[in-house]
C-alpha cells in the first residue's frame, strides 16, 4: 500500500484497509549524535515495515508527545498528556466516520504512558485499538537481532534506537555513537528528577554495539510479531461485540 506521504483517497478506497497504524514519536533530546526526532524515526519505521507486509493504512505521525523528563535539553519539546490523549481520541473519531474501526498506535517514546489509558479506555467507543510493540514483542525483536544491551540498560538513544537508524536513515545519525556507551541501571526517582539527574550526555546505553544490521533484524522481528495483532484485530466480531 502507498506511503502517507502520497496515498489519495482512490489508493484508500481501492485498499480497502480495515486497519490504521498511527506512529507517534516524540521531538527530544537523543544525546549528540541522533536527532531530536529520534522516536518519531523510529516509529516510522516499524509503521512503514508493517504497512509493506499487511494491508493497513499508514498514518503520517504524532510528531511531538510527552518528553518531560528531558526538558533540560534545549530543543526538546512537549505537550501534555492529556493533549496527548485528545489527539489521539480525536484521530480515531475521525477515522471511525470514515469507515476505519481498528486503530493501532506505534509508539516510538517509553514516556508517552498515557497511550495504555487511551487503549485501554477505548473499549465500547466503537474503535479497537492495540498499543505496539508491548515488551514481550520487543524482547523477541532483541532478541531476534542479537542486542546485547538489556532491556532495561537500553533505555535511550542506546544499541535499539542507534540500529534502527543506522539501518533505516543512516545519514541521520552523527559521529560518536561508537564512544557514548554510559549505563545508568539505578533510575528509581526518574519522573521526579528528570534525565539529567541520571545522565550529563542524555544518553543512556551502549550505541557503540549498534549496526545496521541489527536494525535490519529488529524491524523484521517486529513485523513478524505485528502478526497476531492483525489477526485480532480483523477477527470477526458478533452482535455482542466479542472477538469469534
Known amino acids: 500500500m502507498s506511503g502517507p506521504l502520497d496515498t489519495t483517497t482512490d489508493d484508500v478506497r481501492d485498499g480497502r484497509a480495515t486497519v490504521a497504524v498511527l506512529p507517534i514519536g516524540s521531538f527530544e533530546q537523543h544525546g549528540p549524535f541522533l536527532p531530536l526526532m529520534t522516536d518519531t524515526v523510529v516509529a516510522c519505521a516499524i509503521a512503514e515495515a508493517i504497512a509493506a507486509a499487511y494491508p493497513v493504512q499508514c498514518l503520517p505521525p504524532v510528531t511531538i508527545s510527552c518528553s518531560h523528563e528531558h526538558a533540560d535539553w534545549p530543543g526538546t519539546v512537549s505537550i501534555s498528556a492529556a493533549t496527548l490523549y485528545a489527539v489521539i481520541r480525536d484521530i480515531a473519531e475521525s477515522l471511525r466516520r470514515s469507515g476505519i474501526r481498528d486503530l493501532v498506535l506505534i509508539n516510538g517514546h517509553g514516556g508517552n504512558y498515557v497511550l ?69 541501571d539505578d533510575r528509581r526517582h526518574l519522573l521526579t528528577l528528570g534525565m539529567n539527574a541520571y545522565t550529563e550526555s542524555g544518553v543512556v546505553g551502549r ?13 523484521a522481528g517486529l513485523v513478524e510479531s505485528f502478526g497476531d495483532y492483525f489477526s485480532l484485530l480483523t477477527a470477526p466480531v458478533d452482535a455482542l461485540g466479542e472477538t469469534r
Do not use: C
Not at 550505541?207 to 524491524?219: D, R
Open 116 to 184: 495504555r489509558n487511551v487503549v485501554q479506555e477505548s473499549a465500547g467507543t466503537g474503535t479497537r485499538m492495540a498499543l505496539f510493540p508491548g515488551s514481550a514483542d520487543w524482547g523477541a525483536a532483541r532478541e531476534r537481532a542479537g542486542v546485547r544491551t538489556s532491556s532495561h540498560s537500553d533505555m535511550h538513544a542506546g544499541e535499539v534506537e542507534a540500529s534502527i537508524l543506522l539501518h533505516d536513515h543512516p545519514e541521520l545519525v552523527r559521529p560518536g555513537y561508537e564512544t557514548s556507551d554510559f549505563l545508568a
Open 207 to 219: 550505541p557503540s554495539m549498534a549496526s545496521a544490521e541489527k536494525g535490519k533484524l529488529l524491524l
